[in-house]
């Protein structure tokens, strides 16, 4: 991380709590990201880490959660948002900690839990990598709003994906949908603003 | 003072061949795998003096080598295989992340940080010459820390 990205965060995070400070005023976005809060789907999954462990969103209460989904032959945009991930957590510094990265692959039959947990290590060995059975894996995409198709290419395939993260407050609710293409320091920043008590008390559900 | 010779003639031809016109490959790289994996992505900024087509690359390490083209519909991230990559004279067209790449499939092994995977670039002139440029691509980690 060189001294201009770690100033830029220092800048945004501040801006983010001044703005979190002065309460529930309608002034314009409080995210950088897409803000999703109260949003009917991406409400839990079902799913098996690399040890076989079921694990579901609700296991990371008091944590910010992040979820990708994605596929391990994937050259581009899921190792760039891996990489990104891995980044927020060193820009939010202790806070990090505090963020749970999740990586759910669409293509089980190629990632095996070896794979993956080799894969999401080699961006950070606090990614979680999960997975399940094809049909559940269709079936988790549709709850969370995520496209994905099978291509053929080659004597191979690869897979056409929806590129979008979601960011969880450390209630478990779905708050913000990030672009792949956001910088680590906003979506960092998102996520310290997610962190705060106070991001919560307003929109609580009626 | 012989051994003067072959360097003032290297450099010769080097002048030569450069006037001529060669592709050049600038910072070639490919991307890191973990053990087993399959796939993985190499790019490259590549200059043509002349209006040229990448049309065909090779790599020992991999059973099929694709030109790739990256392309965002909406939030959706799709990959397809393209026939050729247009090289415009002149213009130093850069495959890189969120755009084209060239993927490697069905790998015969892990690529680790600081090997080297050989590439075979196959490039044809708008007159129908072809040219083939060796390189070797260095390996840079599945992750690219910030510095």
Redesign the interface.
Known sequence: ??AG?RALLRVLLVLGSLSFAGGCGGDGPRFHSADISGANYGRDFELLDPDGKVRRLADFRGKAVMVFFGF??????C??T??RA??MR?LLGVDGKRLQIIFITLDPG?D?P??LR??TA???ADILGLYTTPEKTLETARAFRI?YRK?P????Y?I?????SYLYDPEGRLRLAV???SP?AAVAADVAALLQPSSTTDKETR | MMFRLPAALAVLLFTVSAAHGEVRIADPWV??T????????AFMKITSPVDARLVEVRSALA??A?I?E?T?DG???????ISSLPLPAGATVELK??GH?I?L??LSAQIKENDTAPLSLIVETANGERETINIDAPAR???????
């Open positions: 991380m060189n990205k391990i032959q994937c050259p581009d945009v190792p760039t891996l990489g891995a980044e060193r190629r095996s070896e794979i080799a894969y080699a961006f950070d496209y291509v290419t080659g004597s191979s690869t056409d994906h929806s590129a979008i672009s792949h293409q680590s | 991307r890191a973990v053990a087993r994996q399959k796939a993985t992505g059973g099929e694709e790739h990256m965002m939030d959706r991230m799709k990959m397809r295989a992340p969120g790449h993927m499939l069905n980690p599945l992750q690219k820390r910030g510095r």
